[in-house]
C-alpha cells in the first residue's frame, strides 16, 4: 500500500486513491485546479489532507 508522511506520521493510501491523487496534484502543480484534498489512514482513523495555493497545508483528523 502506498503511504505519505506528513509531520513525521505515516498515512496509509489505497492505490486507487494515491493514482487519482498522483493526477490532482500534476493538475495542481500544473495550474489546472484550485487545490487538493485526499483521504489518509493511520491507525484505522480517517484523515483528510488539504493543499491549497497560499495557505499552509491542512491535516484534520
Known amino acids: 500500500m502506498p ?3 506528513f509531520n ?3 498515512y496509509g493510501i ?3 486513491r494515491f493514482e487519482a491523487t498522483r493526477e490532482l496534484l500534476a493538475r495542481f502543480a500544473e495550474g489546472h ?3 487538493v484534498a485526499m ?3 493511520h491507525d484505522g482513523a480517517r484523515n ?3 493543499i ?3 495557505v499552509p497545508v491542512t491535516l484534520v483528523k
Open 8 to 10: 513525521g506520521v505515516t
Open 33 to 35: 485546479t484550485l487545490g
Open 39 to 41: 483521504s489518509l489512514t
Open 3 to 5: 503511504s505519505l508522511i
Open 14 to 16: 489505497s492505490q486507487t
Open 52 to 54: 491549497t495555493p497560499g
Open 48 to 50: 483528510h489532507l488539504f
